[in-house]
C-alpha cells in the first residue's frame, strides 16, 4: 500500500471520529413527527424507521406549512428509515416535507425484521386501503408485475412485454430481499426479437435479534453510501441508536446485462451519526471511503461526507466527494486530492404560506482507469457548476404558485441560465381534481427555448385516477436560428382493485419536428 493510500486511510478515521466527539448532546423527548428525504418513482422515503415506533401497514400523514397533504402507507421498514406508498394525497410529496405518525413501541418481531442495512425496495404507488398495522406474522411483502409497452415512431416501432418480481421476507435471524425484472422487445416488421433478464437485487442478510449487528450476502446496495451503486459480495454493519458502522468488499456487475462480473473489484467502510430518535432537531453525518480496481489497476479512490438536518421549517442536505490521485492520474496533472461532486439543497418554510428553496451542484466527471484506454477519448474535466433558487407560495387552500432560476456553466452543453413559473389548483371546490401549469424559459450557449405544460387529475370515485396533461416545447438553434417545435398530449388511468391489485393504462401522442411517436402502456401489479 502506498503512502498517500495509508494517508487516505488515516483521513477517514479523522473524519469519523471528529463528529463523533463534537456531537455528543442529547436532545429532548420530541413529538411524532419526521421528513421526508428522498423520492424514488412513486415510492417516498422518510427518516423514520422501525427503532422509532412505525411499522409496515402504518398510515402516516404528510404536511406542508402545517397544513394535511395526504396520507401515506408504509411498505417497507429498516431501523431509522421507511419506504410509502402514497394513499389519496392532494399532490405528490416532496423532499422535506413534514410527516405525522403516532409512535408505538417496536416488539422484538418488529426490530429482527428491521432491514438496517439492507437497502428498501421501491414499491410500486399504488392507492390501497385503509391501513392499520401489520401483525408480526406478516413476514412477507412483495409486487408481482406484468406490463406491455408499445412504441409506433414515423412507421417503425416495437412491442415490450416485461415481468417483474420484488419479494422482500423477513424471518427470526435471516431477511431475503429480491427484485428481478426481465422484458422482451420484438421489433415491428422484422423477424428480430430479444430477450433481456436483470437482477437488481438478490441477497440474504443474517442478524440478531435487534437487527443492530447484520451481514449480507448477494447482489445489494448500502443505503449509507450515495456514490455506490449495485455490488455482488458482502457488507456487514452495527448499528446503535445514535450511530452506526460497516465494511462492504465485492465486484460490479456488467453493466449491460448485470450479470456477474469481475473486471471491477470494490471495497470500502463508512460511519454514521445522527440525532436521537424523534428529536426535534433531527440531523445525521455520515463518513466513509470508497476504492475500486479496474483489472487490478487502481480505478477510484475517493472519500465521501454526507450530512442532512430537518425541524419544524428548514430542511438542508448536502453530499461531498473528493478523490485521491495517485500514480498514471497524477501523471496526467490531477493533484492529489481533488473535491469532484458538491450538491447541496435546502428547504425553508419561511411562513405558514411561503417556502423558499435552493442548491447547489458542481459534480464533475472523474478519471476512472477505462477513461484513457481508447486515445480518441477525451477526458472532459470541465465541472458541471449549477445552482438555483426559487420559492412556493400558498395564498388560498387550494392554490399553489412557484417560481425557480437556475444557473449554469460547463459541460457539454455550455452555459445556461433558465427560469420557471408553476401553478396547482388542488382539491378544486366541487370536484376531486387537481390542475397544474408550468412554464419555462431557456437560455443557452447553444439554444433557446420554451417549454409549457399542463395536467389535469380527477379522482372520481374509490381508487380510481384519470389524468390528461399536454404540452409544447420549442426550440431555437443560436448559430443557424432554426426554430423547430414538438407537442404532445397524454392521458392515463390508475385503479386499485381490491386489497392488492393495481392496474395502470397510459398513453402519450408527441407529434412535431421531425417527430411522429405513440406510446402505449399498461400494466397489471399484485401487491402481497
Same mark, same amino acid.
Given at each position: 500500500m502506498s503512502a498517500a493510500r495509508v494517508a487516505f486511510a488515516a483521513a477517514l478515521m479523522v473524519a469519523a471520529l471528529a463528529p463523533g466527539m463534537a456531537w455528543s448532546g442529547?436532545?429532548?423527548?420530541?413529538?411524532?413527527? &419526521?421528513?421526508? /428525504?428522498?423520492?424514488?418513482g412513486?415510492?417516498?422515503?422518510?427518516?423514520?424507521?422501525?427503532? *422509532?415506533?412505525?411499522?409496515?401497514?402504518?398510515t402516516l400523514e404528510v404536511l406542508r406549512g402545517g397544513e394535511p397533504l395526504g396520507r401515506l402507507i408504509v411498505r417497507f421498514v429498516s431501523s431509522h428509515r421507511a419506504s410509502c406508498d402514497t394513499l389519496g394525497v392532494a399532490e405528490l410529496p416532496q423532499v422535506g416535507d413534514a410527516v405525522r405518525f403516532t409512535p408505538a413501541a417496536a416488539a422484538p418481531d418488529t426490530l429482527a425484521s428491521a432491514a438496517s442495512g439492507v437497502p428498501l425496495p421501491a414499491a410500486a404507488a399504488a392507492p390501497g386501503p385503509k391501513a392499520t398495522r401489520a401483525s408480526a406474522a406478516h413476514r412477507m411483502r412483495g409486487r408481482i408485475g406484468a406490463s406491455w409497452l408499445r412504441v409506433e415512431s414515423q412507421g417503425s416501432g416495437y412491442s415490450q412485454p416485461a415481468l417483474d418480481v420484488r419479494v422482500d421476507a423477513a424471518a427470526a435471524a435471516a431477511d431475503l430481499a429480491v427484485d428481478i425484472r426481465s422484458r422482451r422487445t420484438i421489433y415491428t416488421g422484422t423477424d428480430l426479437q430479444e430477450g433481456i433478464g436483470r437482477v437488481y437485487r438478490m441477497s440474504l442478510s443474517f442478524h440478531d435479534? /435487534?437487527?443492530?449487528?447484520?451481514?449480507?450476502?448477494?447482489?445489494? &446496495?448500502?443505503p449509507s453510501l450515495a456514490a455506490l451503486s449495485l455490488f455482488d459480495g458482502v457488507h456487514a454493519s452495527l448499528g446503535r441508536e445514535r450511530w452506526s458502522a460497516g465494511i462492504f468488499?465485492? &465486484?460490479?456487475? *456488467?453493466p449491460e446485462r448485470y450479470?456477474?462480473?469481475?473486471?471491477?473489484?470494490?471495497?470500502?467502510?463508512?460511519?454514521?451519526?445522527? /440525532?436521537?430518535?424523534?428529536?426535534?432537531?433531527? @440531523?445525521?453525518?455520515? /463518513?466513509?471511503?470508497?476504492?475500486?480496481?479496474?483489472?487490478?489497476?487502481?480505478?477510484?479512490?475517493?472519500?465521501?461526507v454526507q450530512a442532512s438536518y430537518a425541524d419544524r421549517?428548514? @430542511?438542508a442536505s448536502l453530499a461531498q466527494e473528493v478523490d485521491l490521485y495517485t500514480g498514471w492520474k497524477r501523471e496526467m496533472g490531477e493533484?492529489?486530492?481533488?473535491?469532484?461532486? &458538491?450538491?447541496?439543497?435546502?428547504?425553508?418554510?419561511?411562513?405558514?404560506?411561503?417556502?423558499?428553496?435552493?442548491g447547489l451542484d458542481t459534480r464533475r466527471n472523474v478519471l476512472l482507469f477505462s477513461d484513457p484506454a481508447t486515445p480518441e477519448t477525451e477526458f472532459d474535466d470541465s465541472y458541471h457548476d449549477g445552482a438555483w433558487i426559487g420559492g412556493e407560495l400558498a395564498p388560498a387552500g387550494h392554490l399553489r404558485l412557484g417560481a425557480d432560476a437556475r444557473f449554469g456553466a460547463g459541460g457539454e452543453g455550455g452555459g445556461y441560465h433558465s427560469w420557471t413559473a408553476t401553478g396547482e389548483v388542488l382539491r378544486i371546490?366541487?370536484?376531486?381534481?387537481?390542475?397544474?401549469?408550468?412554464?419555462?424559459?431557456?437560455?443557452? *450557449?447553444?439554444?433557446?427555448? @420554451?417549454?409549457?405544460?399542463?395536467?389535469?387529475t380527477v379522482r372520481p370515485f374509490g381508487q380510481t385516477q384519470l389524468g390528461v396533461n399536454a404540452g409544447v416545447r420549442t426550440v431555437q438553434d443560436v448559430i443557424s436560428l432554426v426554430e423547430t417545435r414538438v407537442r404532445w398530449e397524454g392521458a392515463d388511468l390508475s385503479v386499485g382493485v381490491g386489497r392488492s391489485w393495481y392496474l395502470m393504462l397510459s398513453a402519450e401522442r408527441d407529434h412535431g419536428f421531425q417527430t411522429e411517436d405513440l406510446h402505449v402502456y399498461s400494466g397489471l401489479s399484485w401487491l402481497f
Open positions: 442529547e436532545g429532548s423527548p420530541p413529538p411524532a413527527t &419526521t421528513r421526508v /428525504s428522498y423520492l424514488a412513486g415510492s417516498v422515503y422518510i427518516e423514520s424507521g422501525a427503532l *422509532d415506533g412505525i411499522a409496515m401497514g402504518d435479534a /435487534s437487527a443492530s449487528r447484520r451481514v449480507t450476502l448477494g447482489r445489494q &446496495t448500502a468488499a465485492g &465486484t460490479q456487475p *456488467d450479470r456477474v462480473s469481475g473486471d471491477i473489484v470494490e471495497s470500502g467502510g463508512y460511519m454514521e451519526w445522527r /440525532s436521537r430518535p424523534r428529536a426535534e432537531r433531527r @440531523w445525521t453525518l455520515t /463518513s466513509g471511503a470508497i476504492a475500486s480496481f479496474d483489472h487490478g489497476n487502481v480505478n477510484r479512490d475517493h472519500m465521501f421549517a428548514l @430542511w493533484p492529489l486530492l481533488s473535491p469532484s461532486s &458538491t450538491f447541496l439543497t435546502a428547504r425553508a418554510q419561511v411562513t405558514r404560506m411561503l417556502t423558499l428553496n435552493g371546490p366541487g370536484l376531486e381534481a387537481d390542475a397544474r401549469w408550468r412554464s419555462t424559459r431557456f437560455v443557452g *450557449d447553444r439554444s433557446t427555448e @420554451w417549454l409549457h405544460s399542463g395536467g389535469l
